[in-house]
């Protein structure tokens, strides 16, 4: 027995060795998630499911990048299409020292605690110049944070004034509205004409109702007027939350409590003639309502300082990466990056997902006709806009973007006049 133990005892220790080697591909790496050797895992949080166009046209985007890295790396998405939820979720993974491996948010310059808690990979080292010269310079410098990138610039879309033109024409209504003052004539006529103007909301985050407020504010105050530091108490502000309550006036009877599913259901079916809203709208609109679908800037206002044909947009909505402890990992999300945001995956994007994503594009009249009647003009649009500014509800302090909703109900159920709401909003926002 004893002479049967010495021959098998070192050939046991070999197994012993072998099998250590083996297992550091199964080591756990900071996020809590394998890290494999021969198979690197990387899980990629998104809110944008596969019903949706640029949920599909991501998920093709990464089913590419896997079948090209097979053996190699698997990216797996995990969808949460609760957007404020999942932004939670992000918040709460970073404060308790697990960060996704990859996750998109909403920028804000006044909530920085994602990008200050340490728990971030900052690309800078791997900003090479041709991976810089897919960005404009202004959204690098706007997302690198105390020196570090630690997030890539992707999407950046416009948020265009969007109108039915056969409501139009049946209101003998032949062209946009070019002032708020022409814009309120316009649904003065749809209505004496049985169609309901406009698509507002006050439920979840009151979008289509903070897209009145921001064009709004915007054309009276310019592109400056919701700067940090900068009082929102101002008469531009009192006027825009006037104009907001006078456009509720000529929306459905469900506006009040309304959400966006409601809100842009309503203009997807044909019963309201505008919305202002994002290009993601488009895929919900089928292809015959697209046809009689026409997008504007935003209207100017009697002595406002905005330029004719400005814009707002949505807020940055960069990807971010959690800090990785192994290094291989790490550069398996950079090349993961590179490829997402390369001029073959932004066409994808694009044209396929209906997005509009920061990263340079350069499209042929050949392309942007068979993107569609509304995308192409959505872009043209875009690229046209002499200024634009970010949308109020992205920009302001986290309190004050809590309070917006209830404040607008608030001064639609007659419980406060524009400029008690917008004192309350000042308030918030300090």
């Not at 041709?130 to 999407?155: C, H, M, N, Y």
């Not at 569609?372 to 046209?384: A, M, W, Y």
Request: glycine fraction near 8%; charge should be negative.
């Amino acid at each position: 027995m004893m002479r049967l133990n010495r021959i098998w005892l070192p050939m046991l220790a070999a197994v012993l060795l072998l099998a250590g080697c083996s297992s550091q591909g199964n080591s756990e790496g900071e996020n809590g998630g394998q890290i494999s050797s021969e198979v690197i895992s990387i899980k990629m949080l998104s809110s944008w499911s596969t019903d949706t166009e640029r949920g599909r046209a991501l998920h093709e985007l990464v089913d590419k990048y896997n079948e090209a890295n097979k053996g190699k790396v698997e990216v797996a998405i995990d969808i949460n299409p609760d957007w404020p939820s999942y932004q939670e979720k992000v918040k709460t993974m970073i404060a308790a020292n697990q960060p996704p491996d990859l996750f998109n948010y909403n920028f804000n310059p006044n909530d920085l605690s994602r990008q200050q808690s340490g728990k971030l990979l900052d690309f800078a080292p791997y900003m090479d110049e041709e991976w810089k010269a897919r960005f404009k310079q202004g959204d690098i410098d706007t997302l690198t944070i105390d020196g570090e990138l630690t997030s890539i610039p992707f999407e950046k879309a416009g948020v265009l004034f969007y109108y039915n033109k056969d409501l139009f024409a049946k209101a003998d209504i032949d062209a946009f509205p070019a002032t708020w003052d022409e814009l309120l004539a316009v649904c003065e006529k749809l209505k004496a004409a049985g169609i309901t103007p406009i698509s507002l909301m006050t439920s979840d985050d009151a979008w289509h109702a903070t897209n009145v407020l921001t064009y709004a504010a915007a054309a009276g105050g310019g592109m400056h007027v919701f700067d940090t530091g900068k009082s929102l108490d101002t008469p531009e502000m009192v006027k825009a939350y006037e104009l907001l309550k006078e456009l509720f006036r000529y929306s459905t009877d469900d506006a009040i409590g309304a959400n966006y599913s409601i809100s842009s259901n309503h203009f997807a079916l044909g019963n309201t003639a505008m919305i202002i809203d994002g290009p993601w709208l488009i895929g919900s609109l089928d292809e015959e309502l697209q046809k009689s679908i026409g997008v504007a800037p935003g209207p100017l206002l009697a002595g406002g300082q905005a330029k004719e044909g400005f814009i707002i947009t949505d807020t940055y909505t960069p990807w971010s990466a959690g800090k990785q402890k192994s290094k291989e990992k790490e550069r398996a999300i950079v090349d993961f990056m590179k490829y997402l945001t390369s001029e073959e995956s932004t066409r994808h994007m694009t044209l396929e997902g209906r997005v509009l994503l920061s990263a340079g594009l350069s499209l042929t009249e050949e392309e942007l006709a068979t993107a569609g009647p509304i995308l192409g003009s959505f872009i043209n649009v875009s690229n046209q806009a002499p200024e634009s500014i970010i949308q109020i509800s992205r920009v302001l302090q986290p309190a004050a973007i809590a309070k917006l909703p209830s404040l607008i109900e608030s001064m639609m159920f007659d419980q406060g006049e524009p400029a008690d709401i917008v004192r309350q909003l000042n308030e918030a926002n300090q």
